[in-house]
């Protein structure tokens, strides 16, 4: 892939500023945001890879809006954690949306934007078909971005996302004083109900043990500026006033929409009831606890 090939970012916040860094010294990069004065149309009908670097909700308004101007070979990436109102990951809502799903691929892993911008690693799961990943990785080779390669488009999108539901239960252990032995027992648990719920929405459930599923969990679970791991010590503490993220959206728009049934999940469920309406989470978990514990 030439420096001179032209990659299109849309969205400027903290993840668009990582891929312009990652990008910019090797390639042509030219950047779009809503309040800028970038020509959205002329870029599109130009750009070889086009980079969804923004929130999930814009998602489907954006590829309306540059699916007629979009080129048969154009690879459109997305890095979008979250569910829109109605349930459908960012690489659905494209599929949905854009003229050539076949083009259209996602990364997801663990990947600060922060510590990308500041030049330390970030890893991601490459997903898409086996043209789109072989430029996916051309793009990014030489960068401090290491991607691995899945046939699986789903797994990633729903793994970057069931994360942020099963981050919240490693920080209500660690807002109930529960213990080191029990951050152990959650990483089991998670990886086994991701691993069930990716089957149920059709992906791969091997994904849940890779970067976009075991990698960005224990990344979001640990990682000392987590957001979703310090709304599970919220909720465990009773400090309710302000739980926003893409984890408490998520919770809310899958009970409006579901996609699986959560009472197949007893962590799951854990989580989703206690950021609802509190209750005794530490009896909650240790009824977890016991039922983990019989034969």
């Known amino acids: 892939m030439s420096r001179h090939t032209p990659v299109l970012i849309l969205g400027y916040g903290e993840m668009g500023h990582a891929m312009e860094h990652l990008l910019a010294p090797r390639r042509a990069v030219a950047i779009w945001q ?29 590829a309306r809006q540059i699916g007629p101007r979009l080129s048969a070979d154009c690879v459109v990436l997305t890095i979008a954690k979250g ?12 599929r949905a949306n854009l003229p050539w799903p076949e083009q259209i691929g996602v990364i997801y892993g663990p990947m600060i934007a ?10 991601g799961q490459l997903g898409g078909s086996p043209s789109v990943r072989k ?35 490693f920080g209500m252990a660690d807002g109930l004083g529960l213990g080191d032995n029990v951050r152990g027992y959650l990483a089991v648990a998670a990886m086994n109900e991701m691993r069930a719920l990716l089957a149920e929405l059709g992906a791969d459930p091997d994904t849940a043990s890779r970067l976009a ?10 990682s000392a500026g987590s957001h979703h791991h310090q709304l599970g010590i919220d909720i465990a503490r009773g400090q309710r006033d302000a739980l926003t ?10 009970r409006a929409h579901p996609r699986f049934n959560p ?6 469920r854990l989580v989703d009831e206690s950021a609802r309406d509190g209750g005794d989470i530490r009896e909650r978990f240790l009824a977890l606890f016991r039922v983990a514990g019989q034969p």
């Open 135 to 169: 430029i996916a990785r051309e793009l990014y080779e030489g960068s401090a971005l290491h991607l691995e390669d899945t046939d699986d488009w789903r797994g990633p999108a729903w793994g970057a996302v069931l994360k942020n539901i099963y981050a919240q239960a």
């Open 245 to 254: 993220g893409e984890g408490i959206h998520t919770l809310a728009v899958l």
């Open 114 to 123: 922060e510590e990308m911008s500041a030049g330390r690693p970030g890893f």
């Open 34 to 62: 809503r309040r800028g004065n970038t020509d959205l149309d002329v870029e599109v009908a130009r750009a070889a890879v086009i980079l969804f670097c923004l929130p999930t909700k814009p998602h489907e308004e954006l």
């Open 83 to 94: 569910l829109d109102d109605r349930g459908r990951t960012p690489p659905e809502i494209l």
């Open 213 to 222: 599923g075991l990698g960005d969990l224990i990344t979001t679970a640990t």
């Open 263 to 268: 009472e197949q999940y007893p962590l799951y």
